[in-house]
């Protein structure tokens, strides 16, 4: 079945700097890449996602690029902000089933 | 809008007691999904309905646990009898289109069994 593998698990940047989440994944059919924020005490709220059939997606200061070929896609974030301090979830989906990666820690140093 | 809303949003029980977890969808949303969110085994599905039906029960842990979906804005997880090992963070999501749209989540209810 499929796995999806997060690094690092913590990632510490000074804030205005950028940072980037990597995650990879098995299974050639995953077709939809979802990126996840979760803050102390709430539910993982969607921040982006890709579908397979594109390379790359931005919003504003958050980016995802997607490599098909090598079955890995990345969160940036550039300019960040001490708001951005959370844990951060990529998954990839066949059908209706997310698999998760193990998260990421974001810390933003002031 | 109203989001997905989940009750309580804390329980604290004795082992050995019946717990009743709720979820409200967000309305016109047709999919709804279970998970359990713990420090070891991170998110895991629990269950996932389609139009008020299981479609997935795999995750479901053992007979201790049911779901069920009575109708398109509401459901419920129970666990009886409950377990220490039960304590976790458990949430609600939901979607209107199970394989095209995002996975909408609740604040979950953190659960702690004494």
């Known amino acids: 079945g499929e796995n999806v593998e997060q690094h690092p698990s913590t990632l510490s940047v000074q804030e205005g700097d950028s940072a980037v989440i990597k995650c990879t994944y098995s299974?050639?059919?995953?077709?939809?890449f979802p990126w996840y924020k979760q803050e102390l005490g709430k539910g993982p709220q969607l921040i982006i996602d890709?579908?397979?059939n594109v390379g790359e997606k931005k919003d504003q200061r958050i980016a995802v690029t997607l490599n098909k070929t090598a079955k890995h896609f990345s969160l940036h974030i550039t300019e960040t902000q001490p708001e951005d301090s959370a844990v951060y979830f990529c998954a990839a989906s066949i059908n209706y089933q997310l698999i998760w990666g193990a998260g990421t820690k974001l810390i933003i140093k002031p | 809008d109203a989001g997905v809303i989940q009750s309580p949003r804390h329980e604290v029980t004795e082992m050995g007691q019946e717990v009743t977890l709720r979820c409200k969808p967000i309305?016109?949303?047709?999919?709804l999904f279970w998970y359990r969110q713990t420090m070891m085994r991170g998110l895991e599905l629990l269950i996932y309905f389609n139009n008020n039906v299981p479609i997935d029960d795999s995750g479901m842990p053992e007979d201790r646990f049911s779901a069920k979906m009575p109708n398109a804005s509401f459901s419920t997880l129970k666990i009886q009898p409950s377990e220490p090992r039960d304590s976790a963070v458990y949430f609600c999501?939901?979607?209107?289109?199970?394989?095209?749209?995002?996975?909408?989540f609740g604040d979950g209810t953190r659960l702690s069994i004494l």
């Open positions: 999501a939901s979607t209107a289109d199970r394989a095209r749209q995002p996975q909408h």
């Open positions: 299974d050639s059919a995953s077709n939809y």
């Open positions: 890709i579908r397979s």
């Open positions: 309305s016109g949303h047709n999919s």
